[in-house]
């Protein structure tokens, strides 16, 4: 099975000076021995993205750096985008795509979370799908629908060894920024689901992705989701804001 993997995503929050101070309190907050277990990530806005690079840098973090997003073109007249190669140059390791409030706020399609993967992976980095239902599909009973018909189209195209290097999280719409989580049963389900779907089409690799949890999760409720076989780590939103609380969720076992 893979490394747990921790992922912070500040959504927009915190200046770039904001950004050295979080970083710096989470790293004293972890020990050696946490970053041997769990691959923690901090994915700050675009605008914090050099200055959190170089305090990893500097100061030897193990800490890992994601972006929030990006665009599937090298360059081009996309005004306000970034580009993968963008991203590499600033030693970033993994990239949301797909998250629901680009889908959702920004009209992004499945077509253009494959085109982003795509992106992602030509430049070496980690791309990470998220894919998730609507209440109004949870109820209508649709939700695996929903989230298989993501994956498929979101990959599609793929062949098995680039699949191998894509995380997913899943993020049920309806507990983002709600309050509302979905109890670690439903998590569990759905991650199991998740690999199902990718073992149907690209048999072997399913086993090597990382299936992430994503949604009102808090240190009071990670260690529950980490006992699902099929959960392999979390996709923090509010919580990742506190450098206390974002460790206490990156040392769920203690």
Not at 165 to 171: D, L, Q, R, S
Not at 181 to 202: K, P
Request: a negative charge; hydrophobic letters at 45%.
């Amino acid at each position: 099975m893979p490394k747990d993997l921790i992922a912070g995503n500040w959504k927009m929050h915190t200046s770039h000076l904001d950004a050295i101070q979080m970083i710096q309190k989470l790293s004293y907050r972890l020990e050696a021995s946490d970053h041997s277990r769990v691959d923690v990530v901090v994915c700050p806005p675009f605008t914090a993205l050099r200055s959190a690079q170089t305090v990893i840098e500097t100061d030897h973090l193990l800490i890992k750096l994601g972006a929030q997003d990006v665009h599937w073109e090298e360059e081009g007249a996309y005004t306000g985008a970034v580009a993968a190669p963008m991203l590499q140059k600033l030693s970033v390791d993994y990239v949301i795509v797909g998250h629901s409030e680009r889908r959702q706020l920004f009209g992004e399609t499945d077509d253009d979370v494959n085109r982003k993967l795509k992106a992602v992976l030509r430049h070496e980095m980690t791309p990470i799908l998220c894919v998730g239902e609507t209440l109004e599909e949870r109820e209508q009973g649709i939700s695996k629908d929903r989230v298989g018909s993501q994956i498929r189209l979101g990959l599609q195209g793929f062949e098995s060894g680039a699949v191998a290097k894509v995380v997913v999280a899943y993020e049920p719409i309806w507990a983002i920024g709600t309050g509302k989580t979905a109890d670690a049963d439903v998590a569990g389900d759905m991650a199991t689901f998740i690999r199902s779907a990718l073992a149907e089409q690209w048999d072997t690799a399913a086993e090597e992705v990382p299936i992430l949890y994503g949604g009102s999760v808090k240190p009071g409720n990670i260690a529950g989701f980490m006992a699902k076989r099929d959960v392999n780590g979390a996709l923090v939103g509010g919580a990742a804001l506190d450098p206390d609380s974002f460790a206490s969720i990156v040392r769920y076992w203690m």
